[in-house]
């Protein structure tokens, strides 16, 4: 739950996005056939502080937390999801450096202010090496979403100290100069993401730019009392919550789109003009509009629980873990639905290349089935924590 403080500082910045919303949707097209943000949009969305939300206060951040990050992004996403998207993983990402030593973050944020990031902690045949006082890394990574923008990137990999013992799982901060960007990302939907691979080969990195996985995803700076509300923000279950706050808002929009052409739009082969004489399409919009509001209060939740353990110092448990993570499976669920029932209520028109409405239509639909938050594996997780059985990732 947002404190009072925090809630006016959302009003805020939800004020900002929206007075940049005709930029972002105007540019929506564009993205989705440039496959990337275009450059006007991404200086919009500085103007409003999204790059921030979880960012400290001395290098020019919100400090925001789960729920705030939500709350801005869904309003982004009403006018560009792929704009919602990269400001997610930018922002999310920005998080995890505060869970390096502090002189890799003092070199991140040498700026004072707010940086552009990805990340990627899922390893793809990465590793580095012990080398002097650093560390000798070759390794590629895929789907880094925001890459394109990325002023500095941190890759999952294997990392191996040089002295016999067996590689473990580790994490790695790259600047933008020392990795390139291979062009992967070819999909139907969430094109404007520019989610694609970036490759490190050869290079070196001080050590502080290294850390073993646990540091980056595990629990321990979530139970010191000294730590900052930043760094006790769960990163697992942060990212699956608000990654989906662009869908969350494709899907309002969506919505609206539907509900205003139908003052105007017949039912073809039928004798309803418009669509909404058809009680049958009136009872579909009210059933569609109730599936997008489960998903927003499922993924409220979610972030209430998050900022909640993060404002103190007991960690969340396996059970809440499991909790968030079925909140976003039912919330993934209902917007692919939502989406769905709006395709069979408008008519085929929504597939029509030009109609907007095709574009949300594919761009939510995707968006949901990140593997992070997809309903098949987070409804597993939930129902294993409801039984306190075994549950099938360590990833909870």
């Known amino acids: 739950m947002l404190t009072t403080l925090q809630k006016d500082a959302t009003e805020r910045m939800i004020a900002r996005v929206h007075a940049i919303g005709p930029t972002l949707r105007d540019n929506a097209a564009r993205a989705d056939k440039e496959r990337r943000v275009p450059a006007d949009s991404i200086a919009a969305l500085e103007t409003t502080g999204v790059f921030g939300i979880n960012t400290l206060a001395v290098n020019g951040g919100a400090e925001g937390g789960a729920r705030m990050l939500l709350d801005v992004t869904s309003t982004i996403g009403q006018y560009c999801p792929n704009s919602a998207w990269i400001s997610v993983i930018s922002s999310v990402s920005s998080l995890l450096p505060l869970r390096f030593p502090e002189s890799a973050r003092a070199r991140i944020f040498a700026g004072r202010q707010p940086v552009k990031m990805a990340s990627v902690i899922v390893a793809m045949g990465s590793k580095v090496v012990r080398e002097g006082d650093g560390y000798r890394v070759n390794g590629e990574w895929p789907f880094g979403s925001n890459i394109l923008n990325a002023e500095w990137a941190i890759g999952a990999t294997a990392l191996d ?53 646990d540091t980056v995803l595990g629990p321990a700076l979530e139970a010191r009392e000294d730590a900052h509300f930043l760094q006790r923000l769960t990163p697992v279950s942060m990212f699956p919550t608000v990654i989906i706050s662009g869908p969350l808002g494709g899907a309002k929009a969506a919505l609206d789109m539907v509900g205003e052409i139908s003052a105007k739009r017949p039912i073809t082969y039928s004798r309803y003009h418009p ?98 938050a997809a309903s098949p594996l987070c409804y597993e997780i939930g129902g294993a924590g409801f039984l306190g059985i075994e549950q099938p990732t360590p990833l909870v």
């Not at 990795?179 to 990195?205: C, L, P």
């Not at 499991?322 to 993934?332: E, I, K, L, P």
Request: some cysteine.
């Open 161 to 213: 100290e040089g002295d016999g013992s067996a590689p473990r799982p580790g994490f790695v901060l790259l600047h933008k100069d020392q990795y390139t960007i291979k062009d992967t990302w070819y999909t139907i939907g969430m094109r404007g993401t520019g989610s694609n691979n970036f490759v490190a080969e050869n290079q070196w990195v001080p050590a502080d730019q290294v850390v073993d996985a």
């Open 275 to 372: 669509q909404s004489t058809s009680g049958a399409f009136v009872q579909g919009i009210g059933a569609a509009k109730a599936k997008i509001d489960t998903a927003e209060m499922c993924l409220q939740r979610a972030a209430d629980m998050i900022d909640t353990a993060a404002a103190g110092s007991t960690p969340m448990t396996v059970a809440e873990r499991a909790s968030v993570r079925n909140c976003c499976a039912h919330a993934t669920r209902n917007l692919a639905d939502a989406m769905n029932d709006l395709a069979w209520l408008h008519g085929t028109a929504l597939f029509a290349e030009a109609n907007p409405l095709g574009r949300l239509w594919r761009d939510v639909n995707t968006g949901v089935r990140h593997a992070i």
